[in-house]
């Protein structure tokens, strides 16, 4: 079999993963049969991988792209880590996170690389530099490829997707996917140059430099790019039913993430043809640097506002005697929340802070719900319903474990508390809310702390 053969049977093989994969992910949506969707997924992202191992291991060796895989390793769990991180004070199923990731690993990744390299062969035909397609194509093809993974997680499963915040998760996992399976490539590539070069010694030394500087230096370009598309993204899930000013958004902001993304390779080119190699690195600290930092103090405050949106929408059931005021204080910030896990911890041992991790997340998924209501998106009863069930069960673990707090009930206006002499009194409640926190109520009462 001759290597055209070849080719044609693996390329073949993969298309087949494709549409395969498609068909099932539709029939799987359709039916709503996690099965099919899951088996679907599967060999969609199969089909990808196939054309860019292929591809890979025709260009640079068996040899170079297992060393290249190896390396591309290094800086995955700090990729992946921190967009993971980012998003752990919400419940986002494991199967969209893993689908955002392979998505940009496998099918954005397979998908530019065909481009790419169709329009380098374009240019090269043409008598004009073939490198030229790192400018003109990629930005292009990659951040539309990488965008697209987020984008149907929106349009399938819309209820995951709901503000900016899951949509930098989302988007930055798929940049740091196509980032991982990029790497692939480019450190193949170092070690094949260095070992024909010199020798294997060459190679590795190739490989390490290239990981210190494009996989460590660098490893957040892809999703600092994608991340600008996911503020179009989150924008228009907070805008139902304005399709139009959804589309201007999302479009708008990944225009954006293109002309970034052709800055920074442009540098490149550009340094290449000017001989002026340190263009590329005088724009990191001179552009990229800032504006990570940039999106890094936008994402932590995005996820600050994500703990402020559940004080403000679980205000009204502190009137209503369901939260009391110390309770909701103490879901206002992430520290604090640390802080009232501590609490638990410290009284009700390991179960007790079990407990406050399950209260704070059903806290926040209940007022997700509030939230989608209060913006006209489609929210579920029945979670509400599960969330409340799941804060008052959590609260009887804690309850009542402090012995220096005195028996205590909040009715929604005020405090009833049991004083030493054994008669429970009606006290107001401060300006501040104060320790301890309030805990589920007996039945003959809408609200208390222990």
Same mark, same amino acid.
């Given at each position: ?93 494991w199967l969209v996170l893993a ?19 169709s329009a380098s062969v374009i240019?090269?035909?043409? =008598? ?212 009232a896990r501590a609490w638990a ?19 926040? =998924? ?35 474990? =402090? ?48």
């Open positions: 079999m001759n290597l055209s053969t070849t080719a044609q049977a693996i390329l073949a093989a993969a298309a087949l993963f494709a549409l395969g994969g498609i068909l099932l992910t539709w029939i799987g949506l359709a039916r709503k049969a996690k099965g099919l969707l899951v088996s679907g997924v599967a060999l969609l992202f199969a089909g990808g991988a196939t054309v860019l191992a292929w591809a890979i291991v025709e260009g640079t060796g068996a040899q170079a792209f297992a060393v290249g895989l190896a390396a591309a390793l290094v800086p995955a769990p700090v990729l992946v880590g921190t967009f993971l991180w980012l998003g752990r004070y919400r419940r986002r199923p689908f955002c990731f392979g998505w940009g690993a496998c099918v954005a990744t397979a998908i530019s690389l065909i481009v790419n390299t240019l090269e035909k043409n =008598d004009l530099d073939p490198n030229l397609a790192a400018v003109v194509s990629a930005p292009v093809i990659e951040e539309i490829t990488k965008l697209l993974g987020p984008l149907l997680v929106y349009w399938t499963a819309r209820r995951h997707l709901t503000g900016t915040l899951d949509a930098i998760v989302y988007c930055g996992l798929a940049g740091a996917g196509f980032a991982i399976a990029e790497n692939v490539l480019y450190a193949s590539g170092a070690y094949l140059n260095g070992a024909e070069s010199l020798d294997v010694a060459a190679g590795i030394a190739q490989v390490t430099i290239l990981v210190a500087v494009r996989g460590l230096a660098t490893m957040f370009a892809h999703p600092l790019m994608t991340g600008l598309s996911a503020i179009g993204l989150g924008k228009a899930a907070r805008r139902p039913g304005r399709k139009g000013l959804q589309t201007v958004w999302i479009i708008g902001m990944m225009l954006c993430g293109m002309g970034l993304h052709a800055l920074w390779n442009g540098s490149s080119v550009l340094g290449v043809n000017l001989d002026m190699p340190a263009l590329w690195f005088a724009l990191y600290p001179a552009f990229l640097a800032p504006l990570f930092f940039t999106m890094v103090g936008a994402a932590l405050w995005l996820r600050a506002a994500d703990a402020r949106r559940t004080q403000v929408a679980l205000a009204p059931m502190v009137a209503a005697g369901q939260v009391s005021p110390p309770e909701l204080a103490s879901l206002a910030t992430f520290s604090r929340r640390a802080a911890y410290r009284y009700a041992g390991a179960p007790g802070e079990a407990a406050m991790k399950d209260f704070q997340r059903a806290a926040s =998924d209940l007022a997700e719900q509030y939230d989608l209501a209060s913006i006209g998106r489609p929210w579920d009863r029945a979670l509400i319903e599960h969330a409340a069930h799941t804060m008052n069960a959590a609260r009887a673990v804690y309850a009542g474990r =402090d012995p220096h707090t005195p028996a205590a009930l909040w009715d929604g206006r005020q405090y009833h508390v049991t004083f030493p002499d054994g008669q429970m009194r009606a006290v107001d409640a401060p300006p501040q809310p104060v320790m301890p926190l309030p805990v589920a109520p007996p039945p003959a009462y809408p609200g208390t702390y222990a």
